[in-house]
């Protein structure tokens, strides 16, 4: 039990939510903002400023890790953020999972500002971009989708958000949630108008294991944007992380419904003729038992039911015993006329 409450308490500092940036006390010691982020006056966070080539970013300071304590408990995160982009074509916003050792600092001409280095150097990192730019070279569906990204600026898995009538840059606020549940090994990410609901079903699914992909290492987290050669702008307004531990007793593999089928064996239909010579040699089978115990219950009634009395020996009848004797009646005339 006490090693059970360590495990949450710590796995509760992990977590942090900031409705505002500007009045929550512990906002410097957990945030750090570099390139042009800043803090303006409405208690937001401004990633980009107007004018071309702007890039900013805003990191959790403490890193986190995935695979917890010797036992190799998973953890699961969930993040949702709220945010807006000016109706210029950028690069837009990207959340994203790094290496601790990744430079935080660095901004180079990357989407959203992230630099990778060399393609032999680059770290092993997972983002959810919000793309408002359409770049050929990354094979990008249009200027108004939402990706997953694995090692890389391709989309593992892409979605035009104009099919669920939403603009990214459309100026009006967002909200997105980001689900990774280690249990079923899968990162879902959903999106609505600000104000609304988190939705039930998922824009984006995609199976990964984050444990395995960055090698159980600890990692950083955060958001960041560029507007390229444009004068988009990028605000945040609330940003929140949890983190939950996984029982280490629960099932680490989704089921695989093919693996299943493999081991069900096929329905073999019947034939009729088949049938019909089953009922055939059932009815003879029945009758023989039928006829077996009629001819057994005969049998034991000749036995036990016909058996004779036996008259004891004293009870039994001598001819000497009995006297025959002759009995005279005698039956006088009739009175005649009623008179004697």
Not at 39 to 49: E, M, P, Y
Not at 140 to 157: A, E, M, Q, T
Not at 272 to 291: H, N, R
Not at 292 to 311: D, E, H, K, Q, S
Request: with cysteine.
């Amino acid at each position: 039990m006490i090693s059970h409450l360590k495990m949450l308490n710590a796995g509760s500092s992990y977590s942090f939510s900031f409705e505002t940036f500007d009045k929550n006390p512990n906002f410097q010691s957990n945030i750090a903002l570099y390139g042009d982020a800043k803090v303006v006056g409405n208690g937001s966070l401004q990633l980009t400023r107007a004018g071309s080539s702007s890039a900013g970013r805003v990191m959790y300071k403490q890193p986190i890790k995935l695979v917890e304590g010797i036992s190799g408990n998973m953890v699961s995160f969930s993040t949702n953020f709220s945010f807006l982009m000016s109706t210029d074509d950028g690069d837009g916003l990207a959340f994203f999972l790094v290496p601790s050792g990744f430079y935080v600092r660095m901004f180079d001409n990357s989407p959203f500002g992230l630099y990778l280095g060399s393609e032999k150097s680059s770290p092993k990192f997972v983002a959810v971009e919000f793309d408002t730019s359409r770049d050929a070279k990354f094979g990008d569906l249009n200027d108004n989708h939402v990706g997953i990204d694995v090692g890389g600026f391709v989309s593992v898995k892409v979605r035009n958000v104009s099919s669920n009538n939403m603009v990214l840059n459309s100026g009006k606020r967002l909200h997105s949630w980001i689900d990774y549940e280690a249990g079923s090994k899968r990162l879902e990410v959903r999106l609505s108008q600000s104000g609304d609901i988190k939705p039930i079903d998922p824009l984006l699914s995609y199976p990964i294991d984050l444990s395995k992909m960055l090698n159980d290492e600890r990692v950083l987290i955060g958001l960041s944007s560029s507007n390229g050669n444009s004068s988009q702008t990028c605000f945040l307004y609330s940003w929140s992380l949890k983190l939950r531990h996984v029982p280490h007793w629960m099932h680490s593999e989704p089921l695989d419904p093919r693996a299943f089928a493999k081991r069900v064996k096929p329905v073999v239909v019947q034939k009729k003729s088949d049938c019909i010579l089953k009922i055939l040699a059932a009815m003879i089978f029945g009758t023989a038992c039928g006829a077996l115990g009629a001819f057994m219950v005969l049998y034991l009634w000749t036995i036990f039911g016909n058996r004779r009395p036996v008259v004891p020996e004293e009870c039994s009848a001598h001819p000497g015993d009995f006297e025959y004797k002759k009995v005279k009646v005698v039956v006088d005339k009739a009175v005649q006329d009623g008179k004697h």
